[in-house]
């Protein structure tokens, strides 16, 4: 089985931060990744996949890369819609979900 | 642009059998290329795909709930089923089904909260 792990679990932050979230892979799992945004009593919103593709209509200052295992999301200048949880998937091997990282007002 | 809704009991007793429904309006799930999944997140935990399945009846699994799963597709209906056998509480969670596109999902029903207890 794959393993996904993702730090930190809980991030506070302030608007206009920079936020990184990192996910890593028990597993080579190529590119095979998704990233999604989740917010209470919602379905996950897709956000990345192929590790890097950022989904149409997400905005620019949402951005995500890979090196090796270790895959990044990266929100550039913290809004206040993007207060939420994200979480990572894998897709190499089924699909894995990691165990999230909560973006939270500091 | 798929869309989906999830349908079924929200409350199963312990030791029976969950059965859901998601059906598919928006696109026809004969016509997709791609497959159809189910995914459940308990809840403050983070989601769990539980299997997916092809239009024409082909479907695959996640290797720690094979033993209870089965999924099915009714094209005619334009619907696909999940059941999920001799449920505990540990089955409690928001149900979701979702349309698997390339193994990541980009539309996803609004879920269903199914409680398992007596």
């Known amino acids: 089985d794959i393993q996904m792990t993702q730090s930190p679990s809980t991030l506070s932050a302030s608007v206009g931060d920079r936020v990184t979230i990192t996910c890593r892979a028990s597993?080579?799992?190529?590119?095979?990744l998704a990233w999604y945004q989740q917010k209470p009593g919602k379905a996950p919103k897709l956000l990345v996949h192929e590790a890097s593709v950022l989904e149409n209509g997400i905005p620019s200052r949402f951005s995500a890369s890979a090196s090796g295992r270790e895959f990044t999301l990266t929100i550039s200048s913290l809004q206040p819609d993007d207060f939420a949880t994200y979480y990572c998937q894998q897709y190499n091997t089924f699909r894995t979900f990691g165990p999230g990282t909560k973006v939270e007002v500091k | 642009q798929q869309e989906l809704l999830e349908s079924g009991p929200r409350l199963v007793k312990p030791s029976e059998t969950l059965s859901l429904t998601c059906n598919v309006s928006n696109g026809s799930i004969s016509g997709s290329i791609y497959y159809w999944d189910w995914i459940r997140q308990a809840p403050g935990k983070a989601p769990q795909w539980i299997g997916s399945i092809y239009y024409r009846g082909s479907s695959f699994y996640n290797p720690s709930l094979k033993s209870r799963v089965t999924m099915s597709v009714d094209t005619s209906k334009n619907q696909f089923s999940l059941r999920l056998t001799s449920v505990t509480a540990a089955d409690t969670a928001v149900y979701y089904c979702?349309?698997?596109?390339?193994?990541?999902?980009?539309?996803w029903g609004p879920g269903m909260l199914v409680t398992v207890s007596s």
């Open positions: 979702a349309y698997d596109e390339n193994s990541y999902f980009r539309y």
């Open positions: 597993q080579n799992i190529r590119s095979w």
